[in-house]
């Protein structure tokens, strides 16, 4: 079995398989650490953007979005 980046390890499909994958950085590809999706989660505090319309007006973002007004009568 051969492998991709960011994956590593391989060789014969057996019980001694064995991959890996690092953890990201600047230069590597790999996997999210707690750490930087404690980070990343802490962008965009909750509250400062609209997380969802309902009801008669509808819009899709992120983003400035365009609302739509449903027909009502």
Same mark, same amino acid.
């Given at each position: 079995? !051969?492998?991709? !980046?960011?994956?590593? +390890? +391989? +060789? %014969?499909?057996? =019980?001694?398989?064995? *991959? !890996?994958?690092?953890?990201? /950085?600047? =230069?590597? $590809?790999?996997? *999210?650490?707690?750490? $930087?999706?404690? /980070?990343? !989660? %802490?962008?965009?505090?909750?509250?400062?953007?609209?997380?969802?319309?309902?009801? $008669?007006?509808?819009? =899709?973002?992120?983003? =400035?979005? /365009?609302?739509?007004?449903? /027909?009502?009568?």
């Amino acid at each position: 079995m !051969s492998t991709t !980046s960011p994956l590593s +390890g +391989g +060789g %014969a499909l057996s =019980s001694n398989l064995t *991959l !890996s994958i690092p953890a990201a /950085t600047n =230069s590597v $590809d790999g996997y *999210l650490t707690a750490a $930087d999706h404690t /980070t990343f !989660s %802490a962008k965009q505090p909750a509250g400062n953007y609209i997380t969802a319309l309902t009801g $008669d007006v509808t819009a =899709s973002g992120p983003g =400035s979005a /365009t609302a739509t007004l449903a /027909t009502v009568t």
